[in-house]
């Protein structure tokens, strides 16, 4: 895992908040990683999501969480992060 992990979670309706649930309380969501100038849709069992997890429970590493608009992340036709505008 690199030392250096950028991950977006969206809602799958820009309708919806991340935090909205379906009947059942499950979250309607998408995770993406950046890996090598892309966005990449991340499956809830990737090695990625894995590594997130382990990398977070690690106190010694630090990180940062950041809202970004929705306004801000570009999406193509299939719901596909292709770009984020940060100031």
Known sequence: M????????????????ITDTDEEGNFDVTQFFYDEGNWVEAAPDSEELTGVGEYLGNESNLFVIMFVPYSAVTFDENQKITSVKLP
Request: proline fraction near 0%; hydrophobic fraction near 30%; avoid cysteine.
């Open 2 to 17: 690199a030392d250096e992990i950028y991950i977006i979670t969206a809602s799958n309706s820009k309708d919806k908040r």
